[in-house]
C-alpha cells in the first residue's frame, strides 16, 4: 500500500477522509479544509495511484474509526471500493462527479487520452508538451472561466505519463467488471453523489441511481468537474452535514464516539 | 510560559543560553543532538538545503563523537580515510591509509570551523528528555541547561556512544583501576602493571597490541574470536598529499576507486559462500602470525568470515603471541579485590581491568526519553525489534529524525556515504513541510513496514543471518536490526526524494494558523 496523507483539522472531532482523483494530490482539497477543520478530523489521502482502484482503496489503513468518505472523479471510485471491502470503516460516501460508467467518462472520448497511452507516441507527446498545452489539457477540469490553478498543472505534471496512463485504465477496469451503480446498489452505506452542471468530463446521469434508495443525486448549476475548488462553501456544507447526520444516526453506538486522536 | 509559534521563528542564538527556571524558551527550527560525524553531515546539508536556524547541542566540551571518546592507545578508523570522510570536506593532509584518532578528531573539529557550525553549538548541554507537544505541533527539550523548543528534531547521538560494562559479579570489590577503553585514563600509567582486558572486539584489537610492551603482563579474556584480516595500511608520504593539495581531482579519483572497490564486496556478505577466499586469507594471516597451535587453535573462529566484524590488524594476532601475554577463554566467573576468577577456577591477578565491551547496542541513545505523538517512548514502542522508514524516521514520531537509526550500519563500507544520504532525506522532509506550509510529517505505518520487509528481504541468506554466529547486528530474535544489507547506492536512490505517499502530512492546527497570521 502505497499512501499517504495530510493530517488536518481538530483531533478528537469526527474523522472525514477525502480522496482524490486521476493525476491529482490532497491539494485540490485546499479551499474546503479551512471550511470544515473546525469540526472534522480530516485525512485528505496522497494516493501512488499506479495500480488498481482496489489497491488504492489500501488506504483504509490510514483510519482508525469509521469516517465520511469524500471521493472525487477517480477518487470517488477509490472510496466506493474502500466501502466494498471495509464496510465497517465507512459511515457515508460522498462522491463528487465521479465517472460512473465507462460511457461517462467523456474525456476517454478524447484523442489525447487514447495518445497517451500509446506507447513511444505517448511518451513523446508528455514529454513535450509546453505548459500552456498542459494548462489546456487541464481545462476541462473545470468550469468555463475558471483558470486552471498552477498547483494543479504541476500535479498532473509530478504523475509522469506512464501514472497516467495507468490510472486511467484503472477506472476502466474497475467500471467495466461493475458499473458505480450496480456495486452502489451492494453497499448499505449512506450515498450522496454530486455532479456539476458543467463537467465536461463526466456525463450528470440520468435515471441510473434512482432505484437506489440510499443514495441521492445531486446536481451543482454553473459548476465543472472540480466542485472542491469551484464551489468549496458547497462542498464543505455537504461534508458537514453529512457528518453531522451520521454522528447523529451512530451516536448511540459508543464504538463510533471513540474517533481516536491521530 | 508563552509557547513559541513556529511561523514566527523566534531565531535565538544558541550560544544565548537560558538558564533553569527561565522564562523564556529558546526556540530553534531545528535541534540536532549530537556533533559527530551524523550530527556535523546534518548541519551542514541542512544550512545548504536553505535551513539556517539550527541548533546543535552537544553533551560533552567538543565536537566528535566517537571520534572524542575513543581515544584509547592504537585507535584509528577501519575504513579508508579517503572514504570515511565528508564528500563536501576532502582532506589532502591525512597521514595513513586508515587515520588514527588524533587525525580524525581534528578534522572533525577543523571542518566544525570551516563550515561556520561553531555559532551554532551548545556545548555541556546534555539533552535529558524530548516530547513532542500535540497542541503546540513541536518538539519540547528538557535539557542540563534548560528547556528549549524545536520544530524538527534530529537525533545523531549515534549508535555506539554509550559504553556497556557487562555485569560481572564482583566488580565493585575490584581495587585496583578499570575503566572502559572509550573513557581511556590517561592519567593512569600502565608501565609495569599486570592488566586485564575484557574483549577481543575492534577496539581491543587496536589497544592490546599499543600497550603489550609497555605492561608487566596482560591477560586477554576472550568469549568469541574473530576473523582478522591484514590492514594494508600505509602512510601517505609528503609526495602524495601535495599532490591531493594541488590537484583535489586525484583525490576524488581515489575516493571513487575505494568506494566502488569496497561497494561490489556487498555482494559476498549476501552470498557466503563468496567469504570463502578472504577467510583462507584470515586463515593464512593467523598462520603467519601466530606459531603456537595451541594459542593459534583458540583464534579459530567457528563462524562464517563476515558475520561477526571482520577486525583488520597486523599486530593483534601477533601480539597475543609474545611471552607477557596469556589468552584466556574459559570466561569469568567473578571479579575479586585483586584479580579475575575465570570458570576453570584459576585466579588472574591484575592491578587494572580495562574493558572492550563495545557499546549499549541494543538501544539507542536518548529513546527511552523520547515521547511521540502518543505518549509513549520510542523504545517503548520499538521493543526489542528497532525498525525506520529509510532507517530514519518512524510513525508516531513527527518531525524526528534518527542519524544512524535501525539498519544504518554496514559491513563492507564507509558508514558515512549513508549519513549522507539519510541527511539528504531530511533536508527533502524538511523541504517539503516548507514549500506545503506543513506543521509535521512523518512516514506512514504502512511505509515503515515495507522498509523493514525490504530489509528482511535483502537481508536473506546474508553471512550476518547465516554465517552461524550471534552478534550485536541481530536482536533477541535474530532479527537484524542494525545492518543495511543492501548497496549503499540503492540507500542513495531511496533518500533521493520525499514521497508524500510514504508520509503522513500535519497541517497546522487551525488555532496556531489564527495565532500566526
Known amino acids: 500500500m502505497n499512501a499517504g496523507a495530510l493530517i488536518a483539522g481538530t483531533p478528537g472531532a469526527p474523522t472525514v477522509m477525502l480522496i482524490h482523483g486521476l493525476a491529482s494530490s490532497y491539494r485540490v482539497w485546499d479551499r474546503v479544509l479551512p471550511k470544515i477543520e473546525t469540526e472534522a478530523n480530516v485525512v485528505a489521502a496522497q494516493l501512488e495511484s499506479d495500480h488498481s482502484i482496489e489497491r488504492d482503496a489500501d488506504v483504509a489503513a490510514l483510519l482508525r474509526s469509521p469516517a465520511v468518505i469524500v471521493g472525487h472523479s477517480r477518487g470517488g471510485l477509490v472510496a466506493t471500493a474502500l466501502a466494498e471491502r471495509h464496510p465497517e470503516l465507512v459511515s457515508a460516501l460522498l462522491l463528487l462527479c465521479p465517472p460512473w460508467s465507462q460511457a461517462s467518462r467523456m474525456s476517454a472520448r478524447t484523442p489525447i487520452e487514447r495518445v497517451l497511452a500509446v506507447p513511444g507516441v505517448g511518451e513523446l507527446m508528455w514529454a513535450v508538451a509546453s505548459p500552456k498545452r498542459q494548462r489546456v489539457a487541464q481545462q476541462s477540469a473545470f468550469g468555463p472561466g475558471v483558470t486552471v490553478p498552477d498547483q494543479f498543472v504541476a500535479d498532473a505534471r509530478a504523475r509522469g505519463r506512464r501514472n497516467f496512463v495507468r490510472s486511467t485504465q484503472a477506472i476502466d477496469t474497475y467500471l467495466g467488471a461493475r458499473t458505480l451503480a450496480d456495486r452502489l446498489t451492494s453497499l448499505q452505506v449512506p450515498t450522496e453523489l454530486v455532479f456539476g452542471g458543467l463537467d465536461a468530463r463526466v456525463a450528470s446521469p440520468a435515471r441510473e441511481f434512482a432505484e437506489l434508495r440510499h443514495a441521492t443525486v445531486r446536481v451543482l448549476p454553473g459548476v465543472g468537474h472540480t466542485p472542491s475548488w469551484e464551489a468549496p462553501d458547497v462542498v464543505a456544507d455537504m461534508i458537514g452535514s453529512t457528518l453531522r447526520s451520521t454522528t447523529l444516526a451512530t451516536a448511540t453506538e459508543p464504538r463510533a464516539r471513540r474517533a481516536g486522536r491521530r | ?517
Open chain 2, 1 to 517: 510560559m508563552a509557547a513559541p509559534t513556529r511561523r514566527s521563528t523566534t531565531t535565538t542564538q544558541p550560544h544565548e543560553l537560558t538558564e533553569p527556571g527561565s522564562a523564556i524558551t529558546v526556540h530553534n527550527h531545528v535541534a540536532i543532538i549530537g556533533t559527530g560525524f551524523g550530527g556535523i553531515v546534518t548541519a551542514v546539508r541542512l544550512r545548504q538545503a536553505g535551513f539556517p536556524d539550527f541548533v546543535m547541542l552537544e553533551r560533552a566540551g567538543e565536537v566528535g563523537g566517537v571520534w572524542r571518546d575513543n581515544d584509547y592507545p592504537g585507535a584509528a578508523v577501519d575504513v579508508q580515510s579517503n572514504l570515511y570522510s565528508f564528500s563536501f570536506a576532502p582532506n589532502p593532509h591525512w597521514h595513513n591509509t586508515y587515520a588514527t584518532q588524533p587525525e580524525l578528531f581534528a578534522y572533525l573539529k577543523d571542518v566544525a570551523d570551516t563550515q561556520d557550525l561553531r555559532a551554532r553549538l551548545v556545548l555541556d548541554c546534555a539533552v535529558e528528555r524530548l516530547e513532542w507537544d500535540p497542541a503546540a505541533q513541536l518538539w519540547r527539550l528538557e535539557t542540563v541547561r534548560g528547556p528549549r523548543t524545536a520544530t524538527h528534531v534530529v537525533l545523531a547521538t549515534g549508535a555506539l556512544a554509550d559504553p556497556l560494562i557487562p555485569a560481572i559479579p564482583g566488580l565493585d570489590r575490584f581495587e585496583g583501576v578499570s575503566f572502559h577503553s572509550a573513557r581511556w585514563q590517561h592519567d593512569y600509567d600502565l608501565a609495569g602493571k599486570r592488566v586485564a582486558v575484557i574483549g577481543t572486539g575492534s577496539s581491543a584489537v587496536q589497544f592490546v597490541p599499543a600497550i603489550q610492551s609497555d605492561v608487566a603482563h596482560l591477560t586477554v579474556f576472550q568469549r568469541t574470536p574473530a576473523w582478522v584480516v591484514r590492514r594494508h595500511d600505509r602512510p601517505v608520504g609528503s609526495l602524495s598529499r601535495a599532490l591531493y593539495r594541488r590537484f583535489p581531482m586525484f583525490q576524488r579519483l581515489e575516493r571513487l576507486s575505494l568506494y566502488l572497490r569496497r561497494e561490489w564486496q556487498v555482494v559476498a556478505f549476501r552470498n557466503p559462500a563468496l567469504m570463502t577466499l578472504p577467510q583462507r586469507g584470515a586463515r593464512r594471516h593467523l598462520e603467519a602470525q601466530v606459531s603456537d597451535p595451541r594459542l593459534r587453535a583458540k583464534l579459530v573462529p567457528d563462524f562464517r568470515f563476515g558475520c561477526k566484524r571482520v577486525l583488520i590488524s597486523d599486530e593483534y594476532l601477533r601480539s597475543l603471541g609474545q611471552h607477557n601475554v596469556t589468552l584466556t577463554t574459559d570466561g569469568i566467573r567473578e571479579i575479586t579485590a585483586t584479580g579475575l576468577i575465570d570458570h576453570t577456577g584459576t585466579h588472574h591477578q591484575a592491578d587494572v581491568i580495562i574493558f572492550g565491551t563495545g557499546f549499549q547496542t541494543s538501544r539507542l541513545p536518548l529513546t527511552d526519553r523520547t515521547y511521540g505523538r502518543d505518549g509513549r517512548s520510542l523504545a517503548a514502542v520499538w521493543g526489542s525489534s528497532p525498525t525506520a522508514y529509510l532507517g530514519t524516521s518512524v510513525t508516531g514520531f513527527p518531525n524526528l529524525y534518527l542519524m544512524h537509526g535501525p539498519n544504518i550500519g554496514l559491513g563492507h563500507t564507509s558508514v558515512i556515504h549513508m549519513f549522507e544520504s539519510q541527511a539528504n532525506y531530511i533536508a527533502r522532509a524538511l523541504g517539503y513541510a516548507r514549500d506545503h506550509d506543513l506543521a509535521a510529517v512523518e512516514p506512514t505505518p504502512a511505509a515503515q513496514q515495507a522498509f523493514t520487509d525490504d530489509v528482511e528481504r535483502l537481508g536473506e541468506g546474508t553471512v550476518w543471518t547465516t554465517g552461524g554466529c550471534t552478534s550485536w547486528y541481530l536482536n533477541a530474535d535474530g532479527r537484524n536490526t542494525n545492518i543495511w544489507p543492501g548497496t549503499t547506492l540503492d540507500f542513495r536512490r531511496r533518500t533521493q526524494q520525499f514521497d508524500p505517499t510514504q508520509h503522513l502530512l500535519h497541517r497546522r492546527t487551525p488555532a496556531l494558523e489564527a495565532a500566526a497570521s
